[in-house]
């Protein structure tokens, strides 16, 4: 019974780790994000839910040799329940891998981006998908000057660390209730020349933006 218990639990670890896995991978790139997506994620939920039918059954054979009732309708219910435990816990697991990924790229290369906004405050220039060694990014001279880095994306919509020393792109998520659209001004809705949709502030002048 402890086994069954114990490999029960391991599975459940091993399937919440992979949730966070393919948040923090697909942190990096919004394409791999999205192709982690609908691939991966299917592919182990699948996976799960077959894992979960075995173990059903193994509880089913090891009821025969328990009396205690309690007993009896916790083992039952085991897998199941643990199958109903991730279903919740996938979103939330995935998500916070994505946000741990984006904090991590954040913390590797923010000398690198410090480097980059020196010499885009010396030398003020609107550019668009910029390359310094291995760092994309996009100016916009505001005023204040905004600087997205690795803006990545598909079909129109992208997103980026955004260098914003106002702060002012987090109004974008003051949303009247009435219309459903944002109240910010148009000159933080349209910074980078796009459509900015949300933003999460990561640490300091940085925050996560998506743009459509």
Known sequence: MSDYVKSLLRMVGIAAFVLLAIGFVGSSSVGVGFLLFVIVLPITGIAVAGLTVLYFIRSLELLRNSKSTPFRAGLLVSAPAAFVVLVMLAGPLFFAGKEIGTHALLLTEQ??????????????????????????????????????????????????????????????????????????????????????????????????????
């Not at 020196?118 to 905004?146: C, E, M």
């Not at 803006?151 to 106002?166: A, E, F, K, N, T």
């Open 111 to 212: 000398d690198q981006y410090e480097a980059i906004i020196a010499n885009v405050h010396a030398n003020p220039t609107q550019v668009s998908f910029a390359k310094v060694d291995r760092i994309t990014y996009s100016v916009d001279l505001g005023p204040p000057i905004r600087i997205a880095f690795n803006p990545d994306g598909y079909l129109g919509s992208w997103s980026g660390i955004v260098h914003d020393p106002s702060g002012e792109v987090m109004l974008i998520n003051a949303i009247d209730e009435e219309s459903g659209q944002s109240t910010a001004q148009e000159r933080i809705r349209n910074v980078f020349e796009g459509v900015l949709v949300e933003c999460r502030h990561l640490k300091g002048d940085y925050y996560r933006c998506f743009f459509d």
